[in-house]
C-alpha cells in the first residue's frame, strides 16, 4: 500500500484546475486530500514555463472569460486580474480580418451592402450551421449563401479539417457553433462579463493548491484497482482519462497540438495576440506571449510567438495495460462515436468502482470527455464537490450508501 490512506477523507486523481478546485472546496471544509498527479507540476494546462525572457502559457494560450461572479470571486480569492480583452485576426487573401467573423470582416469580404443585408437581419449572431440550412428569406438569401461560400471557404472548413483531421466530418454542429459570426463590429474574441489574465497562472494554482489539509503525491502509472480498494468506499474524484482508469476498451481519440516557442521580430497586428491562419500554411494560430504575459506587444528582445499545429494523439497500451503516451491528450473529439466509446468506459469504471467497493466521481476535461473552458471546469469541479459533500453527509448522518 504506497500511500498512507487511512490519513484521508478524499482522494482526488489529477492536479488540474478540475482537482484543485475541488481539493480546495473539500479542504476549506476541513477534509484532509489526497491528491494523485502524473507530472510534477500542479495546475494542469494552465502551467506556464520560463524562457525566452518570461513566462509563457505551456499549453497553449488561455484567455480567462467567463459570465458567473460566483466563479470569478471564487477565482479571485487566489489570484489578482490584469485587465485583458483577447482579440483575435485571421489572413484572408493577404489581409488581416477580424475573427470571429463581423461587420468589418464581411465588409472586406463582400462589400459593405453585403455587411448591411446581414445586419439588417436584425439577429446578433450567426452560426455556420444556419448560414448553410437556415431558410432565409428572399431579400438576404443570395447574401446569406455569399456569406456561407465565404467563410466556408477561408475560415471554417480548413480550420475545422486541419484542426480535427480525419475527424472532421463526424464532428457534432456544435464545433462550428462555438465561434459564431456577428452582425456588428464587435472585434473581441469573448463577449463575456469577466474577461481578464491572472497575473500568473502558476500563482494562481499554487495559491489554490497550498492548504495545509492538501498533500500531493506524483504518481507513475500506479495499480488504480489497488489504490481504489485501498481507498476504502471513501470518495475519490477522478480527473485523469477513463481510459487510464478501464483497459478493456480501445483508447479514448483525443486531438494533440504540438506547440512550437520562438523569437521574432515582427508582428502584423499590435491590437490582436493570436494571428489564425485557417487556410495557409503549418500552422493553425500564432500567439503573441509578450502580449498575452502583459509584456506589451513587442519588446526589445523581440516578439515572443508560440505557433500550434493539431495533430493525432499517439498513445498505446503497454504490456501492463498502462497507456503509454507520446504526445498530449488535449481536446476530446465531440461526436457520436466517441460518445458511444465514452458512455461504455463509463458503464464499466462504474462497474469496477463498484466491484472494488469504492465511490468515484469522474470529472473535469478528461474524466468526462467534454471540451470544458476554465470556467465550465471550475463550474464542473463545484457541483461535483457538493455531490460529494451530500454523500459524505449522508454517510454521517445513516451510515447509508447513497447513488448521486
Ligand atoms: C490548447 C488549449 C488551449 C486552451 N485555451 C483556453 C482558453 O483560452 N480559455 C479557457 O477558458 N480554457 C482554455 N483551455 C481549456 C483549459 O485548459 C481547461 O479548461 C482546463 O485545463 C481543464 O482542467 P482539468 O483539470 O479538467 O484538465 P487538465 O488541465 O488536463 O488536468 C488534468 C490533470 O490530470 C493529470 N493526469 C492525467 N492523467 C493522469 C493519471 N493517469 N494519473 C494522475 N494524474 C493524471 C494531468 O497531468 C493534469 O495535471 C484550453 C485548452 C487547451 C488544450
Aim: charged share 25%.
Amino acid at each position: 500500500m504506497p500511500y498512507p490512506y487511512h490519513d484521508f477523507d478524499l482522494l482526488v486523481v489529477g492536479a488540474g484546475l478540475t482537482g484543485l478546485t475541488i481539493g480546495r472546496l473539500a479542504a476549506d471544509d476541513g477534509l484532509r486530500v489526497l491528491v494523485l498527479e502524473a507530472r510534477d507540476t500542479i495546475g494542469g494546462n494552465l502551467v506556464e514555463s520560463e524562457g525566452h525572457g518570461g513566462a509563457y502559457h505551456k499549453y497553449g494560450p488561455h484567455i480567462f472569460h467567463c459570465n458567473d461572479e460566483r466563479i470569478f470571486n471564487f477565482l479571485s480569492r487566489f489570484t489578482e486580474w490584469r485587465p485583458y480583452q483577447h482579440k483575435v485576426r485571421f489572413w484572408y487573401r493577404g489581409k488581416l480580418l477580424p475573427l470571429p467573423i463581423n461587420y468589418d470582416t464581411i465588409t472586406a469580404m463582400l462589400g459593405e451592402a453585403a455587411a448591411r443585408a446581414v445586419a439588417a437581419t436584425g439577429l446578433e449572431t450567426i452560426t455556420y450551421a444556419d448560414l448553410l440550412n437556415k431558410s432565409w428569406p428572399d431579400d438576404v438569401r443570395t447574401v446569406m449563401s455569399e456569406l456561407a461560400e465565404v467563410a466556408g471557404r477561408y475560415v471554417y472548413k480548413p480550420y475545422t479539417q486541419r484542426m480535427w483531421g480525419e475527424w472532421a466530418d463526424k464532428l457534432d454542429a456544435s464545433v462550428t457553433s462555438r465561434v459564431k459570426i456577428r452582425t456588428n463590429n464587435d472585434d473581441r474574441y469573448f463577449t463575456d462579463r469577466y474577461q481578464a489574465m491572472p497575473f500568473r497562472y502558476n500563482d494562481l494554482v499554487n495559491n489554490m493548491g497550498r492548504h495545509g489539509g492538501i498533500t500531493y503525491e506524483t504518481c507513475s502509472a500506479p495499480d488504480w484497482a489497488e489504490v481504489l480498494f485501498c481507498f476504502g468506499g471513501k470518495p475519490v474524484v477522478w480527473t485523469a482519462s477513463l481510459d487510464d482508469f478501464v483497459d478493456e476498451l480501445p483508447l479514448l481519440p483525443y486531438r494533440s497540438v504540438s506547440f512550437n516557442t520562438y523569437i521574432g521580430f515582427y508582428w502584423p497586428d499590435n491590437m490582436a495576440a493570436t494571428i489564425n491562419t485557417p487556410d495557409v500554411g503549418p500552422f493553425t494560430r500564432y500567439s503573441n506571449m509578450n502580449m498575452l504575459m502583459g509584456r506589451g506587444a513587442e519588446k526589445d528582445g523581440g516578439v515572443v510567438v508560440m505557433t500550434e499545429r493539431p495533430m493525432e494523439h499517439m498513445a498505446e497500451r503497454g504490456s501492463g495495460g498502462q497507456i503509454i503516451r507520446h504526445n498530449d491528450a488535449l481536446y476530446p473529439i465531440p461526436c457520436e462515436e466517441t460518445r458511444r466509446l465514452y458512455d461504455e468506459y463509463t458503464r464499466l469504471a462504474e462497474a469496477t468502482a463498484l466491484a472494488l467497493g469504492a465511490k468515484v466521481w469522474f470529472a473535469g476535461r478528461l474524466g468526462r470527455y467534454q471540451y470544458f473552458d476554465m470556467h465550465q471546469a471550475v463550474a464542473n469541479a463545484m457541483s461535483v464537490y457538493q455531490e460529494v459533500a451530500r454523500y459524505r453527509a449522508a454517510k454521517q448522518d445513516g451510515g447509508v450508501d447513497v447513488t448521486v
